[in-house]
């Protein structure tokens, strides 16, 4: 699995101009899922990054957890992510099928979940639009390859 974690202030993601999910301090997450990928890597990076300490403290230090500024999680498929970009148009073949996507990113929400968090997502293969108000910008890359 792929992620990208931003720590925002704000964010939402809509459908066909309709509010689908929204949260204010938090993650944004764009989550990929590879062919390759199963219910272990699910539940490795929800942890993982429901366990980052990139909040900033009273000193200024990245030093507090998402619990600790209790933060929310929005979370977007992204199969983009395996792209493969030899060639000027991309390929997505690394990435897992919806079959086999779909289910891995619903654990990763439920799993996110059973850590005590709020969830916002949007809808798995639409098309939607993602508006963020990024926080410092931090912005991190996760592989669990």
Known sequence: ?????????????????????????????????????????????????????????AAGKMNLSLAQVRGELLVISQFTLYADLSSRRPGFSRAAKPDIAEPLYESFLAHCRALGFSVAHGSFGADMQVASVNDGPVTLLFDTD
């Open 1 to 57: 699995m792929r992620a990208v974690v931003t720590r925002v202030k704000e964010a939402s993601v809509s459908i066909e101009g309709e509010v689908q999910g929204a949260i204010g301090k938090g993650f944004l997450v764009l989550l990929g899922i590879g062919s390759g990928d199963g219910e272990e890597e699910a539940k490795y990076l929800a942890e993982k990054i429901c366990n980052l300490r990139v909040f900033s403290d």
